[in-house]
C-alpha cells in the first residue's frame, strides 16, 4: 500500500466490506493504480469498482480533502462528493462511458471541507483507469486547486480598479459614485457595500451603496455600527434583514450573514456584507480593509481638490478686484496729470524766451509729468488686458518701417551713451496686421530696456522674414539676465535685483507688457540671455494679407516722446548750469541716477548757498568721497551699482569718509526701509515726496552737525597736544600709531616715525641692561592682554639718557573701524621715581637702624637692605677699626671673594662719603663708624649698570646710615650706663627676712626703665615695702626713679603711713620733671603680726596667697598716680598676711601683655604663687619671672617683691648654755608667727635644743668664744631649720655615749630629716619637719 | 641668764617623796635637776617626779632622770610625752598623765 500516512490510513480500511474485496485480491491493475496515486506529489484521487471507491493521496488530502479524510478512504466517490455530485458525477459517468478523459480549468465547487459550504476553485482532469481485462473500471483525476488564485486575482482586480480612476477626480459625489461602481462589480466578495460619511453633528450619513438599496431597513441600523464583524443573523430571522426584508445575495444564492465595519478616518467608515462562502481569513480582512483604505483616499483628494478649487477661484476674484482698482486709480490719476500737463504746456509756450531757471523747471515738470502718464498708461493698458477689454485696432502695417522708425527715435539717446545702434529693417513683402500704438509700445519697451541695461556694445534692431512670420529681434550687449531669473522675465512686477542698470527705477510691467501685448497681435516673444553679454529679444508676428493704408509710418504718438524724454534722463548730461549762489563753503554731494531729481537737488542746495557735487551712482558717490572732503552727501537709496545703503557701509568702512554725514532719500516709505537705513550707519534718512524746505532744514542740520563734528576733532587733537601727559594710541599689535606734542617732549620721538612698531625704539637695550628690558617686555605685555592698567617702567630718551615714566592705558574699541585700540597716557616720573626709592630706602635703613639691638646687628640690617633695594648679589661692609691690623668683614648674600678683599682696602682711603665705581667689580663708600672707617660695598652683577641716580642715592644712604651706627653707638652707650645705674640704684639692697626682690629691664630693646622696689625697716620695726613705675625709659627715667625711691624711703621713715608718704610724694614730684604719673605701691608691714597697711597711687594691686592657695587681691586703698592733682585725700587699707602666706607687689611689666586685659596677667601671677607656695620665697621669684616673662623676653621693664610671712628665723648667739633659753624663746615666738600646733612646736624646740647645745657641749667645748647660728623658715607644708657652728664636733666619747647618743636620737625621732654636715670650718645640722 | 626653773620637794600625806620641777630643764640648769632629784630621793621609797608644770626637757634633763630611773615614778603633761616616750624613759620606769 505505499509507506506515508495515507498509506497506512488505506491499509487501516476494512477493503473485505468494499466491493473491492481484500488488497490482496486486487486485481494488478488496481495495485498499479493505487502505486502510481500514492508515490505522486500531484494533487490525485481516483475511483475504482462498481461503486467508485474512494482513493486519493496525500497531496489531495491535503489541499482539497480537508476534514473528510480519512473517512473518504474507501467510501463511494459519490459519498465523498456528494455536495458537488451534481457537477462532478456526469463528467464520471461521462469518462467510464466513452473512455475519453475531462479538462475542467477554474471550475467553482462549493465543498464542505470546514465546516462550512465553502468557495472552491479547481482545475482538473478525470481520466478512465482500465482493469486487467482493458475493462473501464474507475478514473483517475488529476487536480489542483486554484481557490487562491481566483480569490486573489478577483480582489487584486476591484482594489485595481478603485485605484485607477481615469479622470481627474472632481467632486466627492463623483468619487464615491466611481467607487461604487467598482465595488458593484465584485458582488462576490463584497455582496453588498455602504459608504457612512461623518456627520458634523456627529451621526453618520449613508454616502454610497452597492448591492443594495439604500431604502433597506438594514442601512439605517449599520449606520451605528462599531467597527468589526457585524452579525447581520442577529438583525433579524435568519438570512433576513431587521423587518423581515431579506438581505440581497450578491452573486450568491444565499445573503450574507456577516458584515465587517472598517473605519476611515477622519471621512467615516464602510460596511461590507461578507461572502457566506468565505472565512474572514487575514487575506479577506485585508481586502476589505484595502478597498476602505482606496475610497477614503478618494475622498480625501476630493475635498482638497475642493479646497484649491476654492481657493483659486478666491485668488482670480481678488486679482480682479485689483485689476478693477488699478484701472481705476489709473484713470483717476490722468485727469489730474492732464490738468498738470496742460497747463505745463502752455506756460513753457509763453515763457519760452524768459527766464532760463524758470524754463528748466518747468521742463522738469514736463518731462516727469510725460513719465508719469506712461507709467499710468503702463498700468492702464494692463488692466485693460486683465479685464479682457484691449481694444485693438489692428491695421496691415508696413512692419519693417514703422519698426525702423519707432527705433530711430531712440537714436540720439543711445548715441549720446556711447552705444553703438544699428537697425536692420529691409522691407518685408508682405505688411502685417497689427495696432500700431501697441507696436510702439512694445519696441519701446525693448529699447528703452536695452539702453537701461547696456553699458558697452551696442543695441540692434533687425527686422526679417522667416516663412511666412516677420520676426523682430531687438538685441543689446548688456549685463544679461541670470538663467535663473529667465523664467520669470515675462512676470509682471518682477524685477531683476542686483542687476547693473543705468537707472533703479521701474515698475517691473515693462515686458509683461510687451509679452500681452505680442499675444495681442497673434505674435510670440521670446527671450534669450546670456550673462556678461546681451539679451535679445525675438517676436514672431504672423505676415497678413490686405494693402498698407495710406497713413503709414505716421508719426511718433506723444506715448513715444514719454520714453525717449525718460530715457535720455538715464544718461550722464551737462553738469546743470545753475548758480553756484554765495555758500558759506559746505560741500555737499549729491547722488542721485535720476537726472532730473539730482539737478532739482543740486539747484535747490546751490540755492541755499552749498557747494554742490552731482553724481549718478553710489560708486561714483564713493570715488568722489575718497577723493574729496565734503561736509555732507546726500544720497538716493535706490541707484545703480552701487545704492545707498552700500554706499553709507562703504563710507562707514573707511576711516577717510567714516565720520561724513549721509543723508539718505528714497521713495520708499516704510519703517522698516528708514531703520534699514539708519542702521547702516546713515545719519538721517527722508522720504519721497520731500518738500524743499525739509530738505534744506536737514541739510542744514547735518552740516552743522558735521562741523561740530569736525570741530570735535580739531578740538580733540588741539587738547590731546595740549596735554601735559603723553599721549598715544597703540593698534592690537601694539604699534604706536598715535602720539601727541608732550609724547615727543618726553621721549624724543616725533610724530614723523610713527608707526613706532614694537619693540619701541625707548625700550631699554636688552644687552647692556636685561633687568630693565625685562620690566618694560612684561608691561608692554599687559598693555596688550588687559583691558586696563598702569604700570611704571625705566626708557631710554632718544639721546640715550635714562627715564622712568608711568603709564595708564585702556583698551577701546575704535567706534570708525570696530577695532581693538589702545591708549594710554605717559608721564615723566623719573624724579618722583628717584625721590620714592630714596624715601622708601631711607625708611627701609631707618626701620633696620631702630631695630636692631647693637652695632652689629645693624650693621647687618643695613647690608640687607641695600643688597634688596638694588637687587645685588651681595653687599658687605669692612670695618678698618683704628688700631686693628685686619678690617672685621660683614657681607650678605654672598660671602666677599678673596680678590674683592683687596679692593676694600684700597678704597679705605677714598674721601668719605663718594661713592667709587670699580668697573666689572661694583660699588663702594667709604663711611664713618665709630670704630674707625667702615667701606660699604655693593656688587650688582649681570652687567647691570650703576648709573649716576644709583650712585646719588647710594652717597644719601651712605650720609644716613653713618649717622644711624653713630647714633647706635650712643644709644649703646647710654644704655650700658642706665643699667648701672639702676642696678646701682635698685641694689645691693639688705632685704629684710622673709622678701625676695627681683629687677628685669626690658629685653628688646633692651633698655632700663623707671620701675623700682624698695623695702624700708622703721623704727617701730615695721617694713616699709614700695613697688614703684616711672613714666619712661632710659636714663631719664631711672634718674627720675632714683629720685622718687630716695624721696619715697625717706618719707616713710618719717610719716610711717602708706597714704601719708605717697600725698608727701605727690608733693616732692612737683618738684621733679618727669616724676609726674608714676605709680607706687606703698605698704607698711608688721614682721610680727603680718599686718599690713597700704596705700596705692595708680599701681596695679598687691596678691596674696594664703596657705592653702587661697588669693586675695589687695586692691583697696586705691588713687590717682603720684603728682596727679585731682581728688580728695589719698585712703589706705589693711590687711593681715596669714601664716605662711605670700605677698606679692610687682609693676605692670610683670602682668601687661599686648592685646589681653591686665585680669588676665594678674591671674596668670597669682597662679604662679598659687603653684610656688610650696617653694622658698626666693626661688619662688626666680620662678615667677621665669614664667611670666613672654617668649621673647620682658618688653618693659619689670620690679617684684615677694614677702612670705613671717619671714625667716636667724639667730646667732654665743655657744653657751644660759643662751638656749632666750634663743628657745625666740624660737618659740617664730613657730608661733608660723602657726604651727604646740606638739610640732615642742617637736621643733627639742629638736633645735638638741642641735644647739651639741654646738655648745661639743663644737665650741675647746674653743669658748664661737657663735652658733639657728636659721629657720617656713613653707606652706614644712619647716626647715639649720644649726651652724664654727667649731667641730668631736668624736663622741664612750663616756658620754648614751647622753650624747639619747640627744640624736631624739632629734631624729622628732625630725623629718636630719643632716649633719661636718668640715674643717664647723659643722651644719639641717632638720625638716612636716607642719601638717 | 640661767634658764627658768623652780624645784620643790615634799612629801604626800601618804609619805611618798615627790619633786615638782617648773619651767625649763636644758644643758644649764641640768645639774640642778640632778641635784634635786639626789636630795629628794630617799632610802627605798620611789620619788615622784612631777614634770607637770616643764615646758621643755632637753636630754640633759633626761640624763638626770635616768641615772634614777629604778626608783622614781614620773608625773608628766602630754607636751613631754613625746620625748619621754621617745628617750625611752617612759618604758623604764611609770610615767603618769595628769
Same mark, same amino acid.
Given at each position: 500500500?505505499?509507506?506515508?500516512?495515507?498509506?497506512?490510513?488505506?491499509?487501516?480500511?476494512?477493503?473485505?466490506?468494499?466491493?473491492?474485496?481484500?488488497?490482496?485480491?486486487?486485481?494488478?491493475?488496481?495495485?498499479?493504480?493505487?502505486?502510481?496515486?500514492?508515490?505522486?506529489?500531484?494533487?490525485?484521487?481516483?475511483?475504482?469498482?462498481?461503486?467508485?471507491?474512494?482513493?486519493?493521496?496525500?497531496?489531495?488530502?491535503?489541499?482539497?480533502?480537508?476534514?473528510?479524510?480519512?473517512?473518504?478512504?474507501?467510501?463511494?466517490?459519490?459519498?465523498?462528493?456528494?455536495?458537488?455530485?451534481?457537477?462532478?458525477?456526469?463528467?464520471?459517468?461521462?469518462?467510464?462511458?466513452?473512455?475519453?478523459?475531462?479538462?475542467?480549468?477554474?471550475?467553482?465547487?462549493?465543498?464542505?471541507?470546514?465546516?462550512?459550504?465553502?468557495?472552491?476553485?479547481?482545475?482538473?482532469?478525470?481520466?478512465?483507469?482500465?482493469?486487467?481485462?482493458?475493462?473501464?473500471?474507475?478514473?483517475?483525476?488529476?487536480?489542483?486547486?486554484?481557490?487562491?488564485?481566483?480569490?486573489?486575482?478577483?480582489?487584486?482586480?476591484?482594489? #485595481?480598479?478603485?485605484?485607477?480612476?481615469?479622470?481627474?477626480?472632481?467632486?466627492?459625489?463623483?468619487?464615491?459614485?466611481?467607487?461604487?461602481?467598482?465595488?458593484?462589480?465584485?458582488?462576490?466578495?463584497?455582496?453588498?457595500?455602504?459608504?457612512?460619511?461623518?456627520?458634523?453633528?456627529?451621526?453618520?450619513?449613508?454616502?454610497?451603496?452597492?448591492?443594495?438599496?439604500?431604502?433597506?431597513?438594514?442601512?439605517?441600523?449599520?449606520?451605528?455600527?462599531?467597527?468589526?464583524?457585524?452579525?447581520?443573523?442577529?438583525?433579524?430571522?435568519?438570512?433576513?434583514?431587521?423587518?423581515?426584508?431579506?438581505?440581497?445575495?450578491?452573486?450568491?444564492?444565499?445573503?450574507?450573514?456577516?458584515?465587517?465595519?472598517?473605519?476611515?478616518?477622519?471621512?467615516?467608515?464602510?460596511?461590507?456584507?461578507?461572502?457566506?462562502?468565505?472565512?474572514?481569513?487575514?487575506?479577506?480582512?485585508?481586502?476589505?480593509?484595502?478597498?476602505?483604505?482606496?475610497?477614503?483616499?478618494?475622498?480625501?483628494?476630493?475635498?482638497?481638490?475642493?479646497?484649491?478649487?476654492?481657493?483659486?477661484?478666491?485668488?482670480?476674484?481678488?486679482?480682479?478686484?485689483?485689476?478693477?482698482?488699478?484701472?481705476?486709480?489709473?484713470?483717476?490719476?490722468?485727469?489730474?496729470?492732464?490738468?498738470?500737463?496742460?497747463?505745463?504746456?502752455?506756460?513753457?509756450?509763453?515763457?519760452?524766451?524768459?527766464?532760463?531757471?524758470? #524754463?528748466?523747471?518747468?521742463?522738469?515738470?514736463?518731462?516727469?509729468?510725460?513719465?508719469?502718464?506712461?507709467?499710468?498708461?503702463?498700468?492702464?493698458?494692463?488692466?485693460?488686458?486683465?479685464?479682457?477689454?484691449?481694444?485693438?485696432?489692428?491695421?496691415?502695417?508696413?512692419?519693417?518701417?514703422?519698426?525702423?522708425?519707432?527705433?530711430?527715435?531712440?537714436?540720439?539717446?543711445?548715441?549720446?551713451?556711447?552705444?553703438?545702434?544699428?537697425?536692420?529693417?529691409?522691407?518685408?513683402?508682405?505688411?502685417?496686421?497689427?495696432?500700431?500704438?501697441?507696436?510702439?509700445?512694445?519696441?519701446?519697451?525693448?529699447?528703452?530696456?536695452?539702453?537701461?541695461?547696456?553699458?558697452?556694445?551696442?543695441?540692434?534692431?533687425?527686422?526679417?522674414?522667416?516663412?511666412?512670420?516677420?520676426?523682430?529681434?531687438?538685441?543689446?550687449?548688456?549685463?544679461?539676465?541670470?538663467?535663473?531669473?529667465?523664467?520669470?522675465?515675462?512676470?509682471?512686477?518682477?524685477?531683476?535685483?542686483?542687476?547693473?542698470?543705468?537707472?533703479?527705477?521701474?515698475?517691473?510691467?515693462?515686458?509683461?507688457?510687451?509679452?500681452?501685448?505680442?499675444?495681442?497681435?497673434?505674435?510670440?516673444?521670446?527671450?534669450?540671455?546670456?550673462?556678461?553679454?546681451?539679451?535679445?529679444?525675438?517676436?514672431?508676428?504672423?505676415?497678413?494679407?490686405?494693402?498698407?493704408?495710406?497713413?503709414?509710418?505716421?508719426?511718433?504718438?506723444?506715448?513715444?516722446?514719454?520714453?525717449?524724454?525718460?530715457?535720455?534722463?538715464?544718461?550722464?548730461?551737462?553738469?546743470?548750469?545753475?548758480?553756484?549762489?554765495?555758500?558759506?563753503?559746505? #560741500?555737499?554731494?549729491?547722488?542721485?541716477?535720476?537726472?532730473?531729481?539730482?539737478?532739482?537737488?543740486?539747484?535747490?542746495?546751490?540755492?541755499?548757498?552749498?557747494?554742490?557735487?552731482?553724481?549718478?551712482?553710489?560708486?561714483?558717490?564713493?570715488?568722489?568721497?575718497?577723493?574729496?572732503?565734503?561736509?555732507?552727501?546726500?544720497?538716493?537709496?535706490?541707484?545703480?551699482?552701487?545704492?545707498?545703503?552700500?554706499?553709507?557701509?562703504?563710507?562707514?568702512?573707511?576711516?577717510?569718509?567714516?565720520?561724513?554725514?549721509?543723508?539718505?532719500?528714497?521713495?520708499?516709505?516704510?519703517?522698516?526701509?528708514?531703520?534699514?537705513?539708519?542702521?547702516?550707519?546713515?545719519?538721517?534718512?527722508?522720504?519721497?515726496?520731500?518738500?524743499?524746505?525739509?530738505?534744506?532744514?536737514?541739510?542744514?542740520?547735518?552740516?552743522?552737525?558735521?562741523?561740530?563734528?569736525?570741530?570735535?576733532?580739531?578740538?580733540?587733537?588741539?587738547?590731546?597736544?595740549?596735554?601735559q601727559e603723553a599721549?598715544?594710541?597703540?593698534?592690537?599689535?601694539?604699534?604706536?600709531?598715535?602720539?601727541?606734542?608732550a609724547f615727543t617732549d618726553i621721549l624724543g620721538y616725533?610724530?614723523?616715525?610713527?608707526?613706532y612698531?614694537p619693540v619701541h625704539p625707548w625700550w631699554p637695550r636688552e644687552e647692556t641692561d636685561a633687568e630693565a628690558y625685562r620690566q618694560v617686555a612684561a608691561a608692554f605685555a599687559t598693555?596688550?592682554?588687559?583691558?586696563?592698567?598702569a604700570y611704571t617702567i625705566p626708557v631710554r630718551h632718544q639721546d640715550g639718557h635714562r627715564l622712568w615714566v608711568a603709564a595708564a592705558?585702556?583698551?577701546?574699541?575704535?567706534?570708525?573701524?570696530?577695532?581693538?585700540?589702545?591708549?594710554?597716557?605717559v608721564r615723566d616720573v623719573t624724579d618722583e621715581h628717584y625721590a620714592i626709592q630714596r624715601e622708601s630706602a631711607l625708611a627701609g635703613l631707618g626701620l633696620r637702624l631702630s631695630q636692631a639691638d647693637d652695632l652689629p646687628g645693624a650693621l647687618h640690617g643695613v647690608l640687607e637692605e641695600l643688597r634688596s633695594l638694588w637687587q645685588a648679589e651681595y653687599t658687605a661692609a669692612a670695618v678698618f677699626a683704628a688700631g686693628a691690623a685686619v678690617p672685621e668683614i660683614t657681607a650678605v648674600g654672598a660671602p666677599v671673594p678673596v680678590a674683592r678683599v683687596r679692593t676694600l682696602a684700597e678704597l679705605r682711603d677714598q674721601p668719605l662719603l663718594t661713592p667709587v665705581t670699580r668697573p666689572a667689580e661694583g660699588t663702594g663708600i667709604v663711611i664713618e663708624h665709630p670704630e674707625g672707617t667702615m667701606v660699604l660695598w655693593l656688587e650688582l652683577g649681570e652687567r647691570r649698570p650703576f648709573t649716576e641716580q644709583d650712585q646719588t642715592l647710594l652717597a644719601l644712604l651712605a650720609g644716613h646710615i653713618g649717622q644711624g651706627l653713630t647714633r647706635l653707638h650712643q644709644i649703646d652707650e647710654q644704655r650700658e650706663t642706665?643699667?648701672?645705674?639702676?642696678?646701682?640704684?635698685?641694689?645691693?639692697?639688705?632685704?629684710?627676712?622673709?622678701?625676695?626682690?627681683?629687677?628685669?629691664?626690658?629685653?628688646r630693646p633692651l633698655k632700663?626703665?623707671?620701675?623700682?622696689?624698695?623695702?624700708?625697716?622703721?623704727?617701730?620695726?615695721?617694713?616699709?615695702?614700695?613697688?614703684?613705675?616711672?613714666?619712661?625709659?632710659g636714663?631719664?627715667?631711672?634718674?627720675?626713679?632714683?629720685?622718687?625711691?630716695?624721696?619715697?624711703?625717706?618719707?616713710?621713715?618719717?610719716?610711717?603711713?602708706?597714704?601719708?608718704?605717697?600725698?608727701?610724694?605727690?608733693?616732692?614730684?612737683?618738684?621733679?620733671?618727669?616724676?609726674?604719673?608714676?605709680?607706687?605701691?606703698?605698704?607698711?608691714?608688721?614682721?610680727?603680726?603680718?599686718?599690713?597697711?597700704?596705700?596705692?597711687?595708680?599701681?596695679?594691686?598687691?596678691?596674696?596667697?594664703?596657705?592653702?592657695?587661697?588669693?586675695?587681691?589687695?586692691?583697696?586703698?586705691?588713687?590717682?598716680?603720684?603728682?596727679?592733682?585731682?581728688?580728695?585725700?589719698?585712703?589706705?587699707?589693711?590687711?593681715?598676711?596669714?601664716?605662711?602666706?605670700?605677698?606679692?607687689?610687682?609693676?605692670?611689666?610683670?602682668?601687661?601683655?599686648?592685646?589681653?586685659?591686665?585680669?588676665?596677667?594678674?591671674?596668670?601671677?597669682?597662679?604662679?604663687?598659687?603653684?610656688?607656695?610650696?617653694?622658698?620665697?626666693?626661688?619662688?621669684?626666680?620662678?615667677?619671672?621665669?614664667?611670666?616673662?613672654?617668649?621673647?623676653?620682658?618688653?618693659?621693664?619689670?620690679?617684684?617683691?615677694?614677702?612670705?610671712?613671717?619671714?625667716?628665723?636667724?639667730?646667732?648667739?654665743?655657744?653657751?648654755?644660759?643662751?638656749?633659753?632666750?634663743?628657745?624663746?625666740?624660737?618659740?615666738?617664730?613657730?608661733?608667727?608660723?602657726?604651727?600646733?604646740?606638739?610640732?612646736?615642742?617637736?621643733?624646740?627639742?629638736?633645735?635644743?638638741?642641735?644647739?647645745?651639741?654646738?655648745?657641749?661639743?663644737?665650741?667645748?675647746?674653743?669658748?668664744?664661737?657663735?652658733?647660728?639657728?636659721?629657720?623658715?617656713?613653707?606652706?607644708?614644712?619647716?626647715?631649720?639649720?644649726?651652724?657652728?664654727?667649731?667641730?664636733?668631736?668624736?663622741?666619747?664612750?663616756?658620754?655615749?648614751?647622753?650624747?647618743?639619747?640627744?640624736?636620737?631624739?632629734?631624729?625621732?622628732?625630725?623629718?630629716?636630719?643632716?649633719?654636715?661636718?668640715?674643717?670650718?664647723?659643722?651644719?645640722?639641717?632638720?625638716?619637719?612636716?607642719?601638717? | 641668764?640661767?634658764?627658768?626653773?623652780?624645784?620643790?620637794?615634799?612629801?604626800?600625806?601618804?609619805?611618798?617623796?615627790?619633786?615638782?620641777?617648773?619651767?625649763?630643764?636644758?644643758?644649764?640648769?641640768?645639774?640642778?635637776?640632778?641635784?634635786?632629784?639626789?636630795?629628794?630621793?630617799?632610802?627605798?621609797?620611789?620619788?615622784?617626779?612631777?614634770?607637770?608644770?616643764?615646758?621643755?626637757?632637753?636630754?640633759?634633763?633626761?640624763?638626770?632622770?635616768?641615772?634614777?630611773?629604778?626608783?622614781?615614778?614620773?608625773?608628766?603633761?602630754?607636751?613631754?610625752?613625746?620625748?619621754?616616750?621617745?628617750?625611752?624613759?617612759?618604758?623604764?620606769?611609770?610615767?603618769?598623765?595628769?
Open positions: 500500500m505505499g509507506d506515508g500516512e495515507v498509506g497506512r490510513d488505506l491499509a487501516a480500511v476494512d477493503w473485505s466490506s468494499t466491493p473491492l474485496g481484500p488488497p490482496g485480491e486486487w486485481p494488478q491493475s488496481l495495485q498499479t493504480a493505487v502505486g502510481i496515486l500514492l508515490t505522486s506529489k500531484f494533487p490525485m484521487w481516483m475511483a475504482w469498482g462498481p461503486r467508485l471507491t474512494f482513493f486519493c493521496n496525500a497531496a489531495y488530502r491535503t489541499v482539497t480533502l480537508g476534514s473528510k479524510y480519512p473517512w473518504a478512504l474507501g467510501q463511494p466517490a459519490s459519498a465523498v462528493w456528494a455536495e458537488i455530485w451534481d457537477d462532478i458525477g456526469p463528467r464520471i459517468e461521462g469518462v467510464l462511458a466513452t473512455g475519453e478523459a475531462t479538462w475542467d480549468e477554474g471550475l467553482l465547487l462549493f465543498v464542505e471541507r470546514s465546516g462550512y459550504r465553502e468557495e472552491s476553485y479547481h482545475t482538473f482532469s478525470y481520466s478512465p483507469l482500465r482493469d486487467d481485462d482493458g475493462a473501464l473500471v474507475g478514473m483517475l483525476c488529476v487536480v489542483s486547486e486554484e481557490t487562491d488564485r481566483i480569490l486573489g486575482e478577483r480582489r487584486m482586480s476591484t482594489l #485595481r480598479d478603485l485605484g485607477s480612476d481615469p479622470s481627474i477626480v472632481r467632486t466627492e459625489e463623483e468619487t464615491l459614485a466611481f467607487a461604487a461602481r467598482q465595488l458593484e462589480r465584485n458582488a462576490k466578495d463584497l455582496p453588498f457595500t455602504l459608504v457612512y460619511l461623518d456627520e458634523p453633528d456627529g451621526g453618520a450619513r449613508l454616502a454610497a451603496a452597492t448591492g443594495i438599496d439604500a431604502g433597506h431597513p438594514i442601512v439605517a441600523a449599520l449606520a451605528t455600527a462599531e467597527p468589526g464583524l457585524v452579525d447581520l443573523a442577529g438583525e433579524g430571522p435568519a438570512g433576513e434583514g431587521p423587518a423581515g426584508e431579506r438581505l440581497p445575495t450578491g452573486d450568491w444564492p444565499e445573503p450574507p450573514v456577516r458584515a465587517l465595519t472598517v473605519p476611515m478616518p477622519p471621512y467615516g467608515f464602510l460596511v461590507a456584507g461578507l461572502n457566506r462562502y468565505r472565512e474572514l481569513d487575514e487575506t479577506y480582512r485585508g481586502f476589505v480593509e484595502l478597498a476602505a483604505g482606496h475610497v477614503a483616499t478618494g475622498i480625501a483628494a476630493a475635498r482638497s481638490y475642493q479646497a484649491q478649487q476654492r481657493r483659486a477661484e478666491e485668488l482670480a476674484e481678488l486679482d480682479r478686484a485689483k485689476t478693477t482698482f488699478f484701472s481705476n486709480i489709473s484713470h483717476e490719476f490722468r485727469t489730474p496729470l492732464t490738468l498738470i500737463m496742460g497747463p505745463v504746456e502752455e506756460l513753457r509756450e509763453r515763457l519760452s524766451g524768459g527766464d532760463d531757471r524758470v #524754463r528748466e523747471e518747468l521742463d522738469v515738470i514736463h518731462r516727469n509729468g510725460l513719465r508719469l502718464g506712461k507709467l499710468v498708461t503702463t498700468l492702464l493698458d494692463f488692466s485693460r488686458i486683465e479685464a479682457g477689454r484691449m481694444q485693438a485696432r489692428y491695421e496691415p502695417v508696413d512692419l519693417a518701417l514703422t519698426t525702423g522708425e519707432l527705433a530711430s527715435v531712440f537714436r540720439s539717446a543711445i548715441e549720446r551713451a556711447g552705444l553703438a545702434f544699428t537697425v536692420d529693417c529691409p522691407p518685408l513683402p508682405e505688411p502685417v496686421h497689427v495696432d500700431r500704438g501697441m507696436w510702439e509700445k512694445v519696441i519701446l519697451n525693448l529699447l528703452s530696456n536695452a539702453l537701461k541695461f547696456t553699458f558697452d556694445g551696442g543695441i540692434h534692431v533687425r527686422v526679417t522674414r522667416e516663412d511666412d512670420e516677420a520676426v523682430v529681434t531687438v538685441a543689446d550687449t548688456g549685463v544679461g539676465v541670470d538663467e535663473r531669473e529667465m523664467p520669470r522675465l515675462f512676470e509682471r512686477f518682477h524685477r531683476i535685483e542686483n542687476a547693473r542698470s543705468r537707472s533703479n527705477e521701474g515698475s517691473g510691467i515693462g515686458l509683461a507688457l510687451v509679452k500681452e501685448l505680442v499675444g495681442l497681435q497673434g505674435g510670440t516673444i521670446t527671450a534669450a540671455s546670456t550673462p556678461g553679454s546681451g539679451t535679445s529679444f525675438t517676436i514672431r508676428l504672423p505676415l497678413g494679407t490686405g494693402d498698407l493704408p495710406a497713413d503709414s509710418g505716421s508719426p511718433l504718438s506723444p506715448a513715444g516722446d514719454s520714453y525717449l524724454q525718460e530715457a535720455l534722463r538715464w544718461l550722464p548730461g551737462e553738469p546743470a548750469e545753475v548758480p553756484s549762489g554765495s555758500g558759506d563753503g559746505s #560741500r555737499v554731494l549729491v547722488a542721485d541716477d535720476n537726472a532730473d531729481m539730482r539737478d532739482y537737488l543740486t539747484r535747490l542746495l546751490r540755492g541755499a548757498g552749498h557747494q554742490v557735487h552731482a553724481v549718478h551712482d553710489g560708486q561714483e558717490a564713493l570715488d568722489t568721497l575718497r577723493t574729496g572732503v565734503f561736509d555732507l552727501v546726500v544720497s538716493d537709496v535706490m541707484m545703480p551699482r552701487l545704492d545707498g545703503l552700500q554706499l553709507v557701509a562703504a563710507l562707514r568702512a573707511d576711516s577717510r569718509t567714516a565720520s561724513t554725514p549721509v543723508l539718505l532719500l528714497s521713495a520708499r516709505a516704510g519703517q522698516e526701509e528708514s531703520i534699514e537705513g539708519l542702521e547702516a550707519g546713515a545719519d538721517d534718512y527722508l522720504v519721497k515726496p520731500f518738500s524743499a524746505a525739509e530738505l534744506l532744514a536737514r541739510v542744514r542740520a547735518n552740516v552743522e552737525l558735521a562741523r561740530l563734528r569736525t570741530h570735535h576733532t580739531r578740538w580733540r587733537t588741539a587738547l590731546i597736544d595740549s596735554l599721549f598715544f594710541v597703540c593698534d592690537e599689535a601694539g604699534a604706536v600709531i598715535e602720539i601727541n606734542a616725533g610724530p614723523e616715525g610713527l608707526p612698531q598693555l596688550l592682554d588687559q583691558d586696563r592698567g592705558f585702556n583698551q577701546v574699541v575704535d567706534p570708525d573701524t570696530g577695532r581693538r585700540v589702545i591708549v594710554g597716557t642706665a643699667l648701672a645705674l639702676q642696678r646701682a640704684i635698685l641694689g645691693p639692697a639688705q632685704l629684710p627676712a622673709g622678701f625676695a626682690v627681683r629687677y628685669a629691664p626690658a629685653t632700663v626703665g623707671g620701675d623700682w622696689y624698695d623695702t624700708v625697716p622703721l623704727p617701730d620695726g615695721r617694713i616699709g615695702i614700695v613697688v614703684g613705675d616711672c613714666v619712661g625709659h636714663l631719664g627715667a631711672a634718674t627720675v626713679m632714683g629720685q622718687l625711691r630716695s624721696a619715697c624711703r625717706a618719707l616713710l621713715l618719717q610719716h610711717s603711713s602708706p597714704a601719708q608718704t605717697l600725698t608727701a610724694l605727690d608733693r616732692f614730684a612737683e618738684l621733679l620733671p618727669g616724676a609726674a604719673c608714676a605709680t607706687v605701691f606703698c605698704g607698711v608691714l608688721d614682721p610680727e603680726s603680718g599686718e599690713l597697711v597700704y596705700s596705692s597711687a595708680g599701681h596695679p594691686p598687691a596678691v596674696a596667697v594664703a596657705a592653702d592657695g587661697s588669693s586675695h587681691l589687695l586692691d583697696q586703698g586705691r588713687s590717682r598716680p603720684i603728682g596727679v592733682r585731682s581728688g580728695g585725700p589719698r585712703t589706705e587699707a589693711g590687711f593681715t598676711v596669714s601664716a605662711r602666706a605670700t605677698l606679692m607687689l610687682y609693676t605692670d611689666g610683670l602682668v601687661e601683655r599686648r592685646r589681653k586685659p591686665l585680669t588676665e596677667g594678674i591671674a596668670r601671677a597669682t597662679a604662679a604663687i598659687q603653684d610656688g607656695r610650696r617653694s622658698p620665697v626666693e626661688e619662688l621669684a626666680t620662678d615667677v619671672m621665669d614664667r611670666l616673662a613672654p617668649a621673647d623676653g620682658y618688653d618693659d621693664d619689670v620690679a617684684l617683691l615677694l614677702y612670705r610671712h613671717p619671714g625667716p628665723l636667724d639667730v646667732e648667739f654665743p655657744a653657751e648654755a644660759t643662751r638656749l633659753a632666750p634663743v628657745r624663746q625666740v624660737l618659740r615666738g617664730w613657730l608661733d608667727r608660723v602657726g604651727v600646733d604646740r606638739t610640732v612646736a615642742q617637736n621643733v624646740l627639742v629638736a633645735a635644743g638638741e642641735a644647739c647645745a651639741n654646738a655648745i657641749e661639743h663644737g665650741h667645748r675647746d674653743a669658748p668664744g664661737g657663735r652658733i647660728r639657728l636659721q629657720a623658715a617656713a613653707t606652706v607644708e614644712e619647716l626647715r631649720l639649720i644649726v651652724t657652728d664654727s667649731g667641730h664636733w668631736r668624736v663622741p666619747q664612750p663616756a658620754d655615749q648614751a647622753h650624747r647618743g639619747r640627744g640624736l636620737k631624739l632629734m631624729r625621732a622628732l625630725m623629718n630629716e636630719i643632716t649633719v654636715t661636718t668640715t674643717i670650718t664647723g659643722t651644719i645640722v639641717e632638720m625638716q619637719v612636716g607642719i601638717l | 641668764m640661767t634658764t627658768q626653773l623652780s624645784l620643790t620637794t615634799t612629801r604626800r600625806a601618804d609619805g611618798t617623796p615627790v619633786l615638782t620641777a617648773t619651767g625649763e630643764i636644758d644643758m644649764s640648769n641640768a645639774a640642778d635637776f640632778a641635784a634635786a632629784l639626789a636630795g629628794a630621793l630617799d632610802g627605798d621609797t620611789p620619788l615622784l617626779v612631777d614634770l607637770t608644770a616643764v615646758e621643755y626637757i632637753d636630754s640633759a634633763g633626761l640624763a638626770s632622770l635616768f641615772e634614777h630611773v629604778e626608783r622614781i615614778r614620773l608625773l608628766a603633761g602630754p607636751l613631754l610625752a613625746p620625748v619621754l616616750t621617745i628617750s625611752g624613759l617612759a618604758d623604764l620606769t611609770t610615767v603618769d598623765g595628769s
